[in-house]
């Protein structure tokens, strides 16, 4: 049976250690995630966030655990002044899951300016997932770096703008519904 000395951190440095490790366990600000559901009317996700958390179990030895997975958390796409250039996430898309500094709750329910119904900060249930972050094995191939692209993951099929020029290039071109190109 362990003691009160054996749980005690025995110097200041540890005890203040033990105090930070405590305080930014429960800190959160950001972490990949991996999309698991799209719904196009609300505009959410449900994620599965893509790093691990070590936790200290009661016998003070540690384990890995995976956190649970976020419903309903807003998308980020870029949007403003009356555009919006919108994306169709699938299930295994990655992205950047940034978390509030307060609970948005009344924020994302009514809009403007609202008082936090609940007073929790930098909380799991709080995330934006910010779509277009990847990892390494997801990397695009021939990305262009003379041109502003907008296009498919393989490549094959994108539209790109340089100084005077504009390329489109796919299989069928349309126009009002109409093909112009095939």
Same mark, same amino acid.
């Given at each position: 049976?362990?003691?009160?000395?054996?749980?005690?951190?025995?110097?200041?440095?540890?005890?203040?250690?033990?105090?930070?490790?405590?305080?930014?366990?429960?800190?959160?600000?950001?972490?990949?995630?991996?999309?698991?559901?799209?719904?196009?009317?609300?505009?959410?996700?449900?994620?599965?966030?893509?790093?691990?958390?070590?936790?200290?179990?009661?016998?003070?030895?540690?384990?890995?655990?995976?956190?649970?997975?976020?419903?309903?958390?807003?998308?980020?796409?870029?949007?403003?002044?009356?555009?919006?250039? #919108?994306?169709?996430?699938?299930?295994?898309? /990655?992205?950047? @899951? =940034?978390?509030?500094?307060?609970?948005?709750? *009344?924020?994302?329910?009514?809009?403007?300016?609202?008082?936090?119904?609940?007073?929790?900060?930098?909380?799991?249930?709080?995330?934006?997932?910010?779509?277009?972050?990847?990892?390494?094995?997801?990397?695009?191939?021939?990305?262009?770096?003379?041109?502003?692209?907008?296009?498919?993951?393989?490549?094959? #099929?994108?539209?790109?703008?340089?100084?005077? /020029?504009?390329? @489109? =290039?796919?299989?069928?071109?349309?126009?009002? *519904?109409?093909?112009?190109?095939?």
């Amino acid at each position: 049976m362990l003691t009160i000395n054996d749980i005690l951190p025995n110097n200041q440095e540890e005890v203040y250690r033990t105090l930070m490790d405590t305080i930014s366990a429960n800190i959160r600000v950001a972490i990949p995630g991996i999309i698991q559901a799209f719904d196009p009317v609300e505009q959410i996700v449900s994620v599965q966030p893509a790093v691990r958390e070590r936790i200290r179990n009661p016998d003070l030895s540690y384990s890995w655990v995976k956190l649970p997975i976020l419903l309903d958390v807003p998308i980020v796409v870029p949007r403003a002044g009356g555009f919006a250039l #919108t994306l169709p996430p699938k299930q295994g898309d /990655e992205c950047l @899951i =940034v978390f509030g500094d307060m609970c948005i709750d *009344g924020w994302w329910k009514y809009g403007g300016i609202q008082n936090q119904p609940d007073k929790r900060r930098h909380d799991l249930s709080d995330g934006f997932a910010i779509l277009g972050t990847w990892s390494q094995p997801r990397v695009l191939s021939n990305y262009a770096t003379d041109a502003a692209q907008l296009r498919t993951d393989d490549g094959q #099929t994108y539209i790109s703008i340089r100084p005077g /020029e504009i390329d @489109i =290039v796919a299989a069928t071109v349309k126009v009002n *519904g109409t093909v112009i190109s095939s």
